[in-house]
């Protein structure tokens, strides 16, 4: 079975620093995506970033980077120069193969709050 | 502007009765997901469909039924709503060019 873990339900973090969320999944397919979404207080799921697993590079987003480590099943979100505005649920996700297309599995979240 | 809509945005029901959530979009996505999202547990798939006619079972779906007649449509049933279902239920379509999912607004239900 897919699994997608967020082992870190609440993380804060001090406006201006950077902070990194935790994720792991569980995979046996070669190629395939990852996503974070950010979650505000309105409910709307937004994507922040995706990685393709075949790209060594890791993703840049402006202040949103990713450390994806594939052999090792992780994939961090590093959110720099926090903001007030970066307070929210991030979920990461995984949608399986390229055969499996869209079908997404989700951690369980990480709560960011951000402190001003 | 593209979009996916889902209503009604919030509802009440009682034990027994039958709901459908609606869900429309307008990015012509062949793949359409129902997902509940509860504390703890993050998004679980309920039913999803890669075409008209065609609909499948999440890891979630019992209690649950989804019909797809055309490709901007997929409406979620609750044939007898039991208090377990109130959560959260969102919508999404997904682009096969990016894999990126599409989300609705959600729609809360409760049920007493």
């Known amino acids: 079975a897919q699994t997608v873990t967020q082992s870190q339900p609440e993380m804060s973090v001090q406006e201006a620093e950077t902070v990194t969320l935790s994720c792991t999944y569980d995979?046996?397919?070669?190629?395939?995506?990852l996503f974070w979404y950010k979650q505000p207080p309105s409910r709307q799921m937004i994507l922040v970033i995706r990685?393709?697993?075949?790209?060594?590079q890791n993703a840049t987003e402006n202040r949103f980077s990713v450390n994806f480590q594939k052999a090792a099943k992780s994939f961090s979100l590093k959110i720099s120069d926090s903001q007030l505005g970066d307070a929210a649920m991030y979920f990461c996700?995984?949608?399986?193969?390229?055969?499996?297309?869209?079908?997404?599995?989700f951690g369980s979240g990480t709560k960011l709050n951000v402190k001003p | 502007d593209a979009e996916i809509t889902q209503s009604p945005r919030h509802k009440i029901t009682e034990t027994g009765r039958q709901v459908t959530l609606a869900c429309h979009q307008t990015?012509?996505?062949?793949?359409m997901f129902w997902y509940r999202q509860d504390l703890g547990h993050g998004l679980r798939l309920i039913h999803y469909?890669?075409?008209?006619?065609?609909?499948n079972k999440g890891e979630v779906s019992d209690g649950y039924s989804v019909s797809r007649s055309n490709t901007e449509d997929l409406p979620l049933t609750l044939e007898s709503a039991a208090s377990s279902q109130t959560s959260v239920y969102f919508c999404?379509?997904?682009?096969?060019?990016?894999?990126?999912?599409?989300f609705g607004e959600g729609s809360r239900l409760t049920v007493l």
């Open positions: 995979t046996s397919e070669s190629d395939y995506y």
């Open positions: 990685q393709e697993a075949y790209k060594q």
């Open positions: 469909s890669y075409g008209v006619q065609d609909t």
């Open positions: 999404a379509s997904g682009s096969r060019n990016t894999g990126e999912l599409f």
């Open positions: 996700a995984y949608p399986g193969g390229v055969d499996n297309f869209n079908k997404f599995y």
């Open positions: 990015w012509n996505h062949n793949n």
